[in-house]
C-alpha cells in the first residue's frame, strides 16, 4: 500500500539570471509557495494536502497522543507519577473540548480549490473532493459528540476589515442537526470513494459507512437515553436530541453497518489468522504488520511506516520493564475491574476466585489457571501474571506469603533476599513488580498486551514501533448492528453479536441480547480504544458509575457485567508465592486484591461533563453562540 506522505517544502531556486526592474521582482511568485493552480496542478501534490489533513484528525485515544490518554478511568493504574491523574475527583468542564475551526476551513478550502481544479482528471477530482467532505464529516463528528450543536460551515469565511464581523458570526446549529450533516455528507460522497478494502489509511466507501454507523448510532442513543438526564439540554435543541428520532438514527445506523457486512463495500470479516488460538489471534489482529493492507478487519487505520520516519513509542512506553529493549515501559497497567469484566466461557459473569466460601484463600499451582475458561479476549488485552509478555515470560508477584500470614518483600523490583529459615538467596519480589509506588512496575498485577509490538526494536528508542492506530473495524461495526438492531427489536440483534463473541472462544452462543450485553461486550471488545467516555456519555451513564463515591473490595466483585455497576477506582490483583515448608501448598500461589496507594480519591463524572464548555473567548467573540447547560 503505497504510503500517504505529508506535504514536502519545495526548496528555494538559487541564482537569478540577471536584474529585474522593480515591478518585475515584486510579481515573481514565491518559490516555497505554490498557487491554488499549481497545488491541483496534478494528482500527485493534491495527495501531498490531503495527507496533511489526514494527520491532523482528531482521536481520543491515539499514539500521537501519548500512553496518558489509554487511562480510562476504572479501566487501568498508570505506573508513573507526578503528572497523570489515576482518578479525577470532577473533571474539568473542558474536557475533551474541540472547537477547530482553523482545520474546518483548511477543508473548507482544499474542497473549494480541489472542485474549481482545472488541470485534475475528472475521477480524481472526484475523489478528492470525496475525500475532503468525508475529513469534514470526520471533523464535524468529533466536535458534535464533544460540543453538541456547533455552527455548520461549509465554505471558507473571509474577513473584510471593515470593522463589523457579524458576517462571520454564526450560531450553534441544533445537535440533531449537525449530526444529519455528518451522515448526510457520508450518504452523498460515499459513491465518490473507491470500493478498496486493501486501502487502510484513506477513505473508502466502508470507511464512509463506518463513520455513518458510528455517528447515527451516537445520535440515537442520545434522543434516547438523553430523556433520563433533562437538565443536561438547551430549548434551542443545541443540546439535546429529541427521544422521538431516536429510531431514525438506530435504523440508519443499522443499514450502514449491514451495508459493510453484505460486503456491498468490499470484502470485509474479522481476523481470524489463528483459528485455533483465539487469544494469540485477537492480540495479532492488532500487531500483524507483516500485512496490513491484507488485514480483512481494519477499515481505516493511522499508518505508521519506520522508513518514512513516522514511528511512536507506544512500545516503548508500555514493555513490560523486565528485559526491556529500554529501562521502562510498563505505564498502562489495566485494573481488576476490567479484567473481570471478561465472561467464563459459559456466557456467565463471575469475579476471579482468589478465596473459598469461607474467605480462605484458593491456591494455584500455576498463576495462569486463575484465569482459565475466560474470554480468549482477556490475554488478547492483558498481560497477566505467569503469561508471556513482549517475547518473554513476565515475572509479576508481590512477595512470599509466609505460614502465619505476614509476606516478606522488598524494596526494589527482583530484589534479592533470604526467606526466613534459610541461607540461601532467592528473589523477593518480581522483576516486574507489583511494588508501590515504584514506576513502570505491574502495579495492579497486569501490564496492557494489545498494541504493544512483539517486533525486536519496537521497544527501542532508536527504532519505535510502526503497529496501526485502528480507527473503525469489522467488530465495531457488528456491535455497532447489533445494538441499532436491539434498539428497533429486531431479532438479528443476536446473531452479529454472537459473531463478534464466536472469534473470542464463546462456542455457547446466545439466545437473546440485553442492553447490559451491550454494554459490557464493548467494553471488552474495544478497551483501550478511545470508546469508553464516548460510549458512557452517549449513554448517560457516565455520572452514573463515575459518581465520585470510594468503592469497595465487595462491591468490586458485585453485580459484574451491570453496565450501571460504579467504576470509580482502579483495583489491583497482587499474587504471592507461599513460603511453607513441609505444607502441601508449599510454592504455590495466592492471589490478593489491592487498592494502590496512589488510588486515593475517586473518579466524579458531573452533569456539565456530558459538553465540554465553550471557552469565554469564543464567546466574545460570537455574541450568537449560547452556553452549555450546567455551567
Not at 58 to 83: L, R, Y
Not at 405 to 413: E, Y
Not at 556 to 562: C, K, Q, R, S
Amino acid at each position: 500500500m503505497k504510503k500517504i506522505l505529508t506535504l514536502v517544502t519545495f526548496s528555494l531556486l538559487l541564482g537569478m539570471a540577471g536584474c529585474k526592474k522593480d515591478s518585475e521582482f515584486l510579481n515573481v511568485q514565491p518559490f516555497a509557495i505554490l498557487t491554488s493552480e499549481q497545488s491541483f496542478s496534478d494528482a500527485n501534490q493534491a495527495v501531498s494536502i490531503v495527507a496533511d489533513l489526514y494527520n491532523r484528525v482528531a482521536d481520543m485515544t491515539a499514539f500521537k497522543n501519548s500512553w496518558e490518554s489509554f487511562i480510562d478511568p476504572g479501566e487501568a493504574v498508570p505506573s508513573t507519577f507526578g503528572h497523570v491523574t489515576v482518578q479525577r475527583n470532577g473533571w474539568g468542564f473542558g474536557e475533551w473540548g474541540n472547537w477547530d475551526y482553523g482545520y474546518l476551513r483548511e477543508i473548507n478550502l482544499f474542497i473549494e480549490r480541489a472542485t474549481a481544479a482545472t488541470t485534475l482528471a475528472e475521477a480524481d477530482k472526484k475523489r478528492f473532493v470525496a475525500e475532503g467532505r468525508f475529513l469534514r464529516a470526520a471533523h464535524y463528528f468529533e466536535i458534535v459528540k464533544r460540543m453538541g450543536g456547533v455552527p455548520i460551515i461549509t465554505k471558507s469565511l473571509l474577513y473584510d476589515y471593515s470593522g463589523d464581523a457579524s458576517s462571520l458570526q454564526n450560531p450553534r446549529a441544533k445537535e440533531s442537526e449537525v449530526y444529519d450533516f455528518v451522515i448526510k455528507e457520508l450518504d452523498e460522497i460515499k459513491g465518490d470513494l473507491p470500493i478498496a478494502p486493501r486501502t487502510k489509511d484513506r477513505a473508502t466507501r466502508a470507511t464512509a459507512l463506518a463513520m455513518i454507523s458510528r455517528a447515527a448510532l451516537y445520535a440515537g442513543s442520545i434522543a434516547k437515553y438523553g430523556a433520563t438526564t433533562p437538565t443536561v439540554a438547551l430549548p434551542g435543541g443545541e443540546v439535546g436530541i429529541p427521544a422521538s428520532m431516536a429510531n431514525s438514527y438506530y435504523q440508519k445506523s443499522l443499514d450502514a453497518a449491514k451495508a459493510i457486512i453484505n460486503g456491498s463495500a468490499g470484502s470485509y470479516s474479522l481476523y481470524n489468522k489463528f483459528p485455533t488460538n483465539a487469544s494469540q489471534n485477537f492480540t495479532s489482529l492488532f500487531v500483524d504488520n507483516a500485512d496490513k493492507p491484507g488485514n480483512p478487519e481494519t477499515i481505516w487505520i493511522e499508518d505508521y511506516k519506520i522508513r518514512s520516519g513516522k514511528q511512536h513509542g507506544f512500545t516503548i512506553q508500555n514493555q513490560p520493564i523486565f528485559g526491556a529493549e529500554e529501562v521502562e515501559g510498563g505505564r498502562v497497567n489495566p485494573s481488576l475491574n476490567l479484567v473481570q469484566s471478561f465472561e467464563l466461557l459459559d456466557n456467565t459473569f463471575a469475579p476471579l476466585p482468589i478465596k473459598d466460601a469461607s474467605g480462605n484463600p484458593i491456591y494455584y499451582n500455576d498463576p495462569m489457571d486463575l484465569f482459565a475458561n475466560r474470554d480468549a479476549r482477556l490475554h488478547g488485552t492483558v498481560v497477566v501474571p505467569g503469561s508471556i509478555g513482549k517475547n518473554r515470560p513476565v515475572d509479576i508477584f508481590a512477595g512470599y506469603q509466609l505460614a502465619n500470614g505476614t509476606v516478606v518483600s522488598g524494596p526494589s523490583l527482583g530484589f534479592i533476599g533470604k526467606l526466613p529459615g534459610s541461607t540461601a538467596d532467592v528473589k523477593l519480589v518480581g522483576s516486574d513488580g507489583p511494588l508501590n509506588a515504584i514506576e513502570y512496575s505491574a502495579q495492579s498485577g497486569f501490564y496492557i498486551r494489545k498494541f504493544v509490538d512483539p517486533a525486536v526494536g519496537s521497544g527501542s528508542r532508536g527504532t519505535g514501533s510502526e503497529v496501526p492506530w485502528i480507527r473503525y473495524r469489522y467488530a465495531e461495526v457488528l456491535l455497532n448492528a447489533a445494538e441499532a438492531a436491539f434498539e428497533l427489536n429486531l431479532p438479528e440483534a443476536v446473531g452479529y453479536l454472537n459473531q463478534v463473541r464466536k472469534r473470542a472462544g464463546f462456542n455457547t452462543p446466545l439466545t437473546t441480547v440485553t442492553f447490559d450485553r451491550i454494554v459490557n461486550e464493548r467494553r471488552v471488545e474495544l478497551a483501550f480504544e478511545g470508546h469508553l467516555i464516548f460510549d458512557k456519555k452517549r449513554w448517560r451513564l457516565a455520572h452514573i458509575v463515575w459518581d465520585g463515591s470510594q468503592m469497595t473490595e465487595t462491591e468490586l466483585t458485585a453485580n459484574i457485567g451491570d453496565p450501571r455497576k460504579r467504576n470509580t477506582q482502579p483495583f489491583a490483583l497482587w499474587p504471592y508465592k507461599v513460603h511453607d515448608p513441609g505444607s502441601p501448598n508449599h510454592g504455590k500461589w495466592i492471589f490478593k486484591i489491592v487498592k494502590n496507594s496512589i488510588v486515593t480519591g475517586a473518579s466524579r463524572f458531573q452533569l456539565g461533563n456530558y459538553y465540554s464548555e465553550i471557552n469565554t473567548t469564543i464567546l466574545a467573540n460570537n455574541p450568537k453562540i449560547v452556553r452549555q447547560p450546567n455551567q
